[in-house]
């Protein structure tokens, strides 16, 4: 990880620390890990890097009015909500695009794979060097759980999906896609289905009460081809 990456981490973490004594952090449930699931976990190459206090998955009050059992991307602060009943939500801390890669809008959960299969597009082939296709597996970054975002019946190439790299949440470095430590994918893909609205909030419009900024500077161009999965 660079050392600018490090701090804005920290710094973050610091900022906010303070501001959220009232969250409830959830603890993960492993109980509800498959068998496949803790196997491949425990056979992850990548050191388990805490992730920052700010980014935790906690249950917190939400004053947005999606309906229950929907999903709000706040990019710009890097949480993804889980909309619970009664005012509530599960906040997670992910990892997002660079804003010119950024998508917003509102799309469904058009289907969904457990420990899936990478296909980097061509622009992510050109530019990290990496081959055509990535096995499932505990270092495909892609992770453990995917789901894959449809808009008009269409799949906008854009996924809510797992990490190998658990150091960048709360970060923007990826190439557009939506990234979760792989143990909060398994616990969001346990409550979503096919169908589940994904509201994907623009770029400057992110409404977080604990702001977490901190965007970063690298990347390259969303180069998203036929039959390709942005990651």
Known sequence: MSLKVTFGILAAGLMLSG???ATTYEATNTSTFKPHDKE???????????????????????HRKEVPGSIVVDSDNHYLYYVLNDGKAIRYGITVGE????????????????????HPTPGE???LGVPTFVAPGPDNPMGSRAMYLYSGGKDTLFRIHGTN??????????????????????????????????????PKHGDSPYNSQMALQGGGGNNTGAGATAY
């Open 165 to 202: 790299q658990p150091e960048y949440i709360g970060a923007s470095i990826s190439s557009g896609c939506i990234r979760m430590t792989n143990v909060d994918a398994i616990d969001l893909y346990n409550r979503v289905k096919i169908g589940t609205v994904v509201v994907v909030l623009e």
């Open 19 to 21: 501001c959220m004594q």
């Open 99 to 118: 804003e010119a890669m950024a998508w917003s809008g509102i799309a469904k959960v058009g289907s969904m794979t457990e420990w899936p299969a990478w």
């Open 125 to 127: 082939i050109s530019r």
């Open 40 to 62: 491949l976990l425990a056979k992850s190459s990548f050191v388990q890097t805490p992730v920052a206090e700010p980014f935790r998955r906690a249950i917190v009050e939400y």
